[in-house]
């Protein structure tokens, strides 16, 4: 998918040289060079896709304000390779106070319900005091029923999802306490929630999110106490798996635990990089404690990393910025014993 509003097929082959274009609403997407954090951000696919030809985009949409979209769309009749533009069915419109933290960041969980990462609304130092706000969606992590609906909803929500008994709160929230999450996936064998958000001033920070977390924005940045807000949070803080200074990078971009079999030496890593350092790394953590066992730096030419991706068996790709088109990359082992 390009940030344009386009989406492009290709065969899980390294020999391949060509894409085919399988969606194209750049009309409705707001272009991104107008406010660079904006556009389509989010794509994931239905757990049965291949029944029902169902997947889902997160998209600033072209026109007056800022506003974000979560739609569903469907195949074009029976071609795997072509999306139907006039299927789109608007899950939810949501307004954005700025152009930037939108996250975008859209992943099915092992549960079957969606999940949506959204940032704080933008702005420094948190300024409409969104990421601790219950009775918003900003700097939230969402959970929502896509296959069913609630009242005037095109949604369901999941009945035990954590904030739906607390006064005041919006019942789609999973999780919240974050600045701008880029992105979130799950561990395809555990399960886990994996959410790397970025930092503002000094810290970049990656957590495993568990239902009703507060991860800590604007109170914390990371583990680190943040601004002049003195009254307590509703929820206690938690403290992130892993985080870095702003000496070693200044944009996170969170990647994937890698489960595939291509690269065994890889195999239940967390991978990911920084967009402003061009630095790539693999974490470990110890399952039993949550605690980090190792976090070893992938040798690389420092290329900025936008986002990670998985094919159906689990191999990893990670893509960048390019002029040419070739701006989607795999691992190779080097050859510099």
């Known amino acids: 998918?390009?940030?344009?509003?386009?989406?492009?097929?290709?065969k899980a082959n390294p020999a391949a040289t060509s894409t085919r274009l399988f969606l194209d609403i750049r009309s409705r997407v707001r272009h991104w060079k107008s406010g660079n954090e904006e556009g389509l951000l989010g794509l994931c696919f239905h757990p049965q896709h291949k029944t029902n030809g169902k997947f889902y985009l997160c998209y600033t949409r072209s026109g007056k304000g800022h506003v974000q979209i979560l739609s569903?769309?469907?195949?074009?009749?029976?071609?795997?390779?072509?999306?139907d533009p006039d299927s789109e069915r608007i899950l939810?419109?949501?307004p954005q106070p700025f152009a930037n933290h939108n996250g975008g960041s859209i992943a099915f969980g092992p549960d079957g319900y969606l999940y949506i990462g959204l940032g704080d609304g933008g702005g420094?130092?948190?300024p409409k005091l969104t990421g601790q706000d219950l009775t918003n969606l900003m700097g939230g992590l969402l959970r929502i029923d896509v296959d069913h609906t609630d009242g005037d909803l095109q949604y369901a929500i999941p009945k035990d999802n954590p904030f739906l008994d607390r006064k005041g709160a919006r019942p789609e929230l999973y999780a919240y306490g974050f600045?701008?999450?880029?992105?979130i996936s799950f561990d395809r064998k555990t399960g886990l929630l994996w959410a790397a958000d970025v930092g503002q001033d000094l810290w970049e920070e990656i957590n495993i999110v568990k239902k009703g977390g507060n991860y800590g924005w604007s109170l914390k940045e990371a583990s680190f106490n943040f601004g002049n807000l003195?009254?307590?949070p509703a929820d206690p803080a938690i403290d992130p798996v892993w985080e870095?200074?702003?000496?070693?990078?200044?944009?996170?971009?969170?990647?994937?635990?890698?489960?595939?079999?291509?690269?065994?030496e890889l195999r239940g890593h967390y991978v990911y990089a920084d967009f402003v350092s061009g630095k790539i790394w693999a974490l470990k953590i110890n399952h039993k404690t949550g605690r980090v066992l190792k976090n070893l730096r992938i040798p690389s030419n420092r290329m900025p990393v936008l986002a990670f991706g998985e094919d159906e068996m689990g191999e990893l790709y990670f893509a960048t910025e390019?002029?040419?088109?070739?701006?989607?990359?795999?691992f190779e082992r080097s050859t510099n014993e």
């Open 72 to 83: 569903e769309f469907r195949l074009a009749g029976n071609d795997p390779n072509r999306a």
């Open 1 to 10: 998918g390009t940030q344009n509003g386009t989406i492009h097929v290709m």
């Open 179 to 183: 600045r701008n999450p880029w992105r």
């Open 92 to 94: 939810m419109t949501i």
């Open 322 to 330: 390019t002029v040419n088109g070739r701006g989607l990359h795999r």
């Open 124 to 126: 420094r130092n948190d």
């Open 244 to 264: 870095y200074d702003h000496q070693v990078g200044k944009s996170i971009t969170g990647g994937l635990v890698y489960r595939g079999t291509r690269l065994p």
């Open 230 to 232: 003195t009254h307590a």
